[in-house]
């Protein structure tokens, strides 16, 4: 099996010459994410042109114009929209669109229409890709519509977490494979910080409640959003940036 890097996502667009790069992006990304990417687009002499989470004929819309781009899909709608569609993407690369997928909705699709020229990146598409992850359900979350805020945890991050801190020694087995069987339980519509961490303190063994309860804090999760981390890498590997991104 063949993998997509970062590294070929940045020779795709050096090759296009594309001066726009158009990210369909939302939760994935902060906003002192976007307000670093827009700085190094401009260092990069490109444009970059930020879109909210794709739906579907959103992809198509683009192609009309004719004009130069890569495109990148990171976050997308479903449920209360229709989703961007694999028809969908496969009439877009049809007209010599680049486009590539990372992160979320991004992740998914490219997994899906690999063979049909989609490239893909990062952690969550490898997750995929290889089947290690097979619900879609493991990407959802829910999101302030006003500023994209995430409000609830998605368990493909929840299984970035897990894995960090078993490979580091903080979490035996058994506590992970059970700190996961009790986030996937709650609803990713229900799966909130506060929620998470009650759970964790109320069925794990205390010494694993007391390693994952502190990541749950506002103002640590951003380190450990492995839905950000590789939307980072792909937005600046996208941009010629390579991969600065540390996991």
């Known amino acids: 099996m063949t993998t997509t890097t970062s590294a070929t996502i940045a ?15 939302g939760p994935s990304l902060r906003e002192h994410d976007l307000a670093d990417l827009r700085e190094l687009a401009a260092r990069r002499g490109r444009r970059l042109q930020l879109r909210p989470p794709v739906r579907r004929l959103d992809l198509l819309e683009l192609t009309k114009s004719g004009a130069a ?54 952690w969550v598409y490898e997750q995929y890709r290889c089947g290690a992850i097979d619900s879609d359900g493991d990407v959802a979350l829910l999101y302030d519509p006003e500023d994209f805020t995430p409000v609830t945890v998605p368990l493909v991050n929840v299984r970035w977490l897990l894995a960090q801190k078993q490979a580091a020694g903080l979490l035996p087995a058994g506590a992970a ?61 996208a941009l010629g940036a390579g991969d600065p991104v540390a996991a």
């Open 69 to 122: 781009q890569e495109v990148l899909m990171l976050d997308g709608e479903f449920g209360q929209r229709l989703a961007v569609s694999i028809t969908e993407v496969r009439a877009v690369l049809a007209t010599g669109q680049p486009l590539a997928g990372a992160s979320s909705m991004g992740a998914l699709r490219a997994v899906e229409c690999h063979t049909l020229g989609m490239t893909g990146s990062g």
């Open 177 to 237: 494979q059970h700190a996961l069987r009790v986030a996937k339980e709650l609803h990713f519509r229900d799966r909130r910080p506060s929620l998470l961490r009650r759970r964790w303190q109320q069925q794990l063994p205390a010494s694993a409640a007391q390693v994952l309860g502190p990541e749950l804090a506002d103002e640590r999760r951003d380190d450990w959003d492995r839905k950000r981390l590789d939307g980072l890498q792909a937005v600046r590997a």
């Open 11 to 25: 020779e795709n667009t050096a090759a296009t010459g594309a001066a726009d790069l158009v990210v369909f992006t």
